[in-house]
């Protein structure tokens, strides 16, 4: 069977990686890795995170083996790369931000005290988002760390709208409840 697969349609292709089966999609990332590679890099011009975001794309259509409908295929991919291209630069205007955050001299005063129980408060926040459930912290990092809507997570991630929804609020929920127990015990410490 895997002898002849690269000659197989999507859909057919698509139904093989159903039944968990690599060559199929080993037939399919030869298909369109290239092509893939080329609107990431047209987008990016940078060939590692292209790589990175093809790789990624690929990796998702793995997961979501099961759930990947036939229907045009490479506009589905299309799009993914697309969703994936934007996620980049969004967690790259974060990352800036987050850095610009932590220096900021306003925030810190100037004052090596408060630049530390900052930097203890950002460990402890992200020590509860790794605590977050595998999918909920998922969500959560796609959302506020890499600045995706609820829509593209959707689409990367193989799952429904509603769900995305759901786990953000649940991820939200516990992380304003812990940190609300976390800033009572810094001021019942502090006096």
């Given at each position: 069977?895997?002898?002849?697969?690269?000659?197989?349609?999507?859909?057919?292709?698509?139904?093989?990686?159903?039944?968990?089966?690599?060559?199929?999609?080993?037939?399919?990332?030869?298909?369109?890795w290239?092509?893939?590679?080329?609107?990431?890099?047209?987008?990016?011009?940078?060939?590692?995170?292209?790589?990175?975001?093809?790789?990624?794309?690929?990796?998702?259509?793995?997961?979501?083996?099961?759930?990947?409908?036939?229907?045009?295929?490479?506009?589905y991919?299309?799009?993914?790369?697309?969703?994936?291209?934007?996620a980049?630069?969004?967690?790259?205007?974060?990352?800036h931000?987050?850095?610009?955050?932590?220096?900021?001299?306003?925030?810190?005063?100037?004052?090596?005290?408060?630049?530390?129980?900052?930097?203890?408060?950002?460990?402890?926040?992200?020590?509860?988002?790794?605590?977050?459930?595998?999918?909920?912290?998922?969500?959560?990092?796609?959302s506020?760390?890499?600045?995706?809507?609820?829509?593209?997570?959707?689409?990367?991630?193989?799952?429904?709208?509603?769900?995305?929804?759901?786990?953000?609020?649940?991820?939200?929920?516990?992380?304003r409840?812990?940190?609300?127990?976390?800033?009572?015990?810094?001021?019942?410490?502090?006096?």
């Open positions: 069977m895997s002898r002849g697969v690269h000659l197989l349609s999507d859909e057919e292709l698509i139904s093989l990686m159903a039944e968990d089966n690599e060559a199929a999609f080993t037939a399919l990332y030869h298909r369109y290239e092509m893939l590679l080329g609107m990431a890099f047209n987008r990016l011009k940078d060939l590692p995170a292209a790589e990175d975001i093809v790789h990624d794309v690929f990796a998702s259509i793995w997961r979501n083996r099961n759930k990947l409908a036939a229907d045009s295929l490479s506009h991919l299309a799009a993914a790369v697309k969703y994936m291209t934007i980049h630069f969004r967690k790259k205007e974060y990352g931000k987050y850095q610009e955050t932590i220096l900021d001299p306003d925030l810190c005063d100037g004052n090596m005290e408060n630049r530390l129980h900052y930097r203890h408060i950002l460990q402890m926040v992200n020590e509860e988002v790794n605590n977050l459930p595998e999918k909920c912290r998922v969500v959560f990092r796609y506020r760390q890499n600045g995706m809507s609820s829509r593209e997570i959707a689409q990367v991630m193989g799952i429904s709208h509603k769900t995305v929804d759901n786990q953000l609020n649940k991820a939200i929920t516990h992380l409840h812990k940190m609300k127990h976390l800033i009572h015990s810094c001021f019942t410490f502090l006096f």
